[in-house]
């Protein structure tokens, strides 16, 4: 993840000399001349990725940045979802109700450490706002469309970078405690009829069929058959970048910590500094950054308010668990997830910025109710871990160019939906570089929008 050494962040240094590095200039072509000249990624995770292996695809000179490695940071620890139909932002998905409750629980699905509240407090009242009904419509329509062509996306790109056995089609569901709690998601069913996202609500002995081993607690759920998972997130990201390389695409692991438009003459291009004092210009620059993203923004021009929540997990070593596919505890805010790696528990929210250490009581406590869920459920042996997702108030991405630099593109805040979303945003960003048509109405993604 590329971050920036303002006074916001200290720079991380550079980890090594692993790849190759270029001259001072431009960013080298790789495979001849790319007709579209040269694009610097910066950021190499799942984002970043899938907008390389598009730009490499339409012939463009790729070159990505990271401090760490391909999908080493948030995009190795996520949820290994392509949860295709679940559109709703979150301001609408009954988290308002919800949140007196859960704020009294300092472990609970949300936490905010009362230190950081003056600072989140602007986020905060956006997000609030994006729950109202009249943006229900406008928020939902533009991110079931990102939906929609998501899937296809990555049925294709997929399929190109041979990968299509690392993706599994058995579905999730949605587990309620009891008639309350599942009335109370109707709603947001019924919002999804509009757009013909397939579901089942199930209880009894089509429950245990789906999931065998459920505490008795749950006594509804909602099976989504055309929720995907990946066999690990981080494998699988690395699959799609192998992919991208041997079309030519190149890593650096680098720091980038400045990124500004230069001119000369009628020319104009993009400068990146890295940690190392050494400088690099490139025709245009994505933005793939995650939490880090919106910093870099604010030199284009740009004050984009994202937020960073932090996300925790255990991996449990395989067979923890006979887990047939993905189930979500709506009431508590965490999932359950099926890696060819292992099982992992987590999910949850903590507004707590970038620089708080991790506070890994929130994936133990996970973790026990887990255990009680899920009668049977091995816990020793886990692996915690702790990322930051970087999220909008109202739950869309940034997907556009910048306001003062025209060869400058945005692709991050896709908060819990960036492995889902990838590869529809490699696609937009790519007809973007290209000049072309968008495949969607990219105005509710605008980074102007706010």
């Known amino acids: 993840m590329a971050d920036i050494g303002s006074g916001e962040i200290d720079p991380v240094p550079t980890r090594g000399e692993d790849s190759p590095r270029s001259s001072p200039g431009t960013i080298p072509q790789t495979g001849g001349l790319a007709p579209g000249g040269s694009v610097a990624v910066i950021g190499a995770g799942i984002i970043g990725i899938c907008v390389a292996a598009n730009l490499v695809e339409a012939g463009y000179a790729v070159t990505v940045y990271d401090r760490t490695g391909v999908c080493e940071e948030t995009s190795s620890g996520n949820a290994a979802a392509f949860a295709f139909p679940d559109p709703l932002p979150l301001a609408h998905k009954g988290m308002l109700k919800k949140l007196p409750r859960w704020l009294m629980d300092p472990l609970g699905p949300l936490s905010i450490p009362p230190a950081y509240l003056p600072k989140l407090a602007p986020w905060l009242i956006r997000f609030l706002r994006a729950g109202d009904p009249r943006k229900f419509d406008a928020s939902l329509t533009a991110q079931a469309g990102l939906m929609r062509l998501a899937q296809a996306e990555w049925a294709g790109l997929a399929a190109r970078a041979g990968a299509e056995n690392m993706v599994g089609h058995d579905g999730a569901i949605d587990l309620y405690e009891g008639e309350a709690e599942f009335k109370a998601s109707l709603p947001g069913w019924a919002a999804r009829d509009r757009f013909g996202i397939p579901y089942e609500h199930v209880s009894g002995a089509r429950l245990a069929e789906l999931q065998p081993g459920l505490s008795p607690r749950f006594t509804h759920g909602t099976f989504m058959p055309t929720w995907k998972t990946v066999s690990d997130p981080k494998l699988f990201g690395k699959a799609i970048w192998a992919y991208a390389e041997r079309r030519g695409a190149r890593f650096e692991k680098r720091t980038v910590v400045d990124a500004r438009p230069v001119a000369e003459g009628d020319r104009r291009h993009v400068e990146l500094a890295f940690a190392d004092g050494e400088h690099m210009r490139a025709d245009n620059a994505v933005l793939c950054a995650g939490a ?49 790696t292992g099982l992992r528990v987590g999910g949850a929210v903590e507004l707590a910025g970038l620089d708080r250490p991790p506070n890994y009581a929130r994936s133990r406590a996970m973790l026990e109710k887990a255990k009680q869920f899920l009668p049977g459920l091995k816990t020793e042996g886990g692996r915690e871990w702790m990322g930051f997702r970087p999220s909008l108030p109202d739950s869309l991405p940034v997907i556009g160019r910048a306001r003062s630099a025209p060869g400058v593109f945005y692709a991050f805040g896709h908060g819990h939906l960036g492995l889902t979303q990838a590869a529809a945003t490699g696609r937009l960003v790519r007809d973007l570089v290209c000049g072309a048509g968008s495949a969607i109405n990219l105005a509710p993604f605008s980074p102007q929008r706010f």
């Open 292 to 340: 880090w993203s919106h910093i870099h923004a604010a030199r284009f021009g740009d004050r984009i308010p994202l937020e960073t929540e932090r996300g925790y997990n255990t991996t449990l070593p395989p067979g923890a668990f006979d887990l047939r596919r993905h189930l979500t505890f709506v009431g508590h805010g965490f999932v359950v997830s099926p890696l060819v």
